[in-house]
Nanobody, 124 residues
Framework: QVQLVESGGGSVQAGGSLRFSCVAS????????MGWFRQVPGKEREFVAA????????YYTDSVKGRFTISRDNTKNTVYLQMNSLEPEDTAVYSC?????????????????WGQGAQVTVSS
C-alpha cells in the first residue's frame, strides 16, 4: 500500500505559476513510476505527466508540453509538478498516482493509490 498526499494547489491569474508536491509513504517510493492527472467536474481524469522511478525519463500530454515540468526527489519521497504559463483551461483538481500499467501508460486505470487531489483555479 502507498499513501499519497498532494499540496500546493491554489488560485492564480493566467500566465502565473504554481507547484504541486506529492509526498508518498508506505512503500519504497523509488520503486515506482509516478504520474499526475487532472479532472474537471463531469469529465474523466486526464493524464498530465509521468516520470520514471529514477527521474531520468518523463512524458507529457501535448497541451502542457513546454509549460509543465514533472520531477521527483527520491530522498524526500516526493514528486513535483511545476506549472508555468497557466491558462484557464488548466483549472482542475490535480492528483498524483502510482503507475501500474507499465511505462507509457496514460489511462487512469493504469494508475493506483491516488492522492486526495488539490484544486487549481486559473482566472483570465
Amino acid at each position: 500500500q502507498v499513501q499519497l498526499v498532494e499540496s500546493g494547489g491554489g488560485s492564480v491569474q493566467a500566465g502565473g505559476s504554481l507547484r504541486f508536491s506529492c509526498v508518498a509513504s508506505g512503500r519504497t517510493f523509488s520503486n515506482y513510476d509516478m504520474g499526475w492527472f487532472r479532472q474537471v467536474p463531469g469529465k474523466e481524469r486526464e493524464f498530465v505527466a509521468a516520470i520514471s522511478r529514477s527521474g531520468k525519463f518523463t512524458y507529457y500530454t501535448d497541451s502542457v508540453k513546454g509549460r509543465f515540468t514533472i520531477s521527483r526527489d527520491n530522498t524526500k519521497n516526493t514528486v513535483y509538478l511545476q506549472m508555468n504559463s497557466l491558462e484557464p483551461e488548466d483549472t482542475a483538481v490535480y492528483s498524483c498516482a502510482v503507475q501500474r500499467g507499465g511505462w507509457g501508460s496514460r489511462g487512469p486505470n493504469d494508475y493506483d493509490y491516488w492522492g486526495q487531489g488539490a484544486q487549481v483555479t486559473v482566472s483570465s
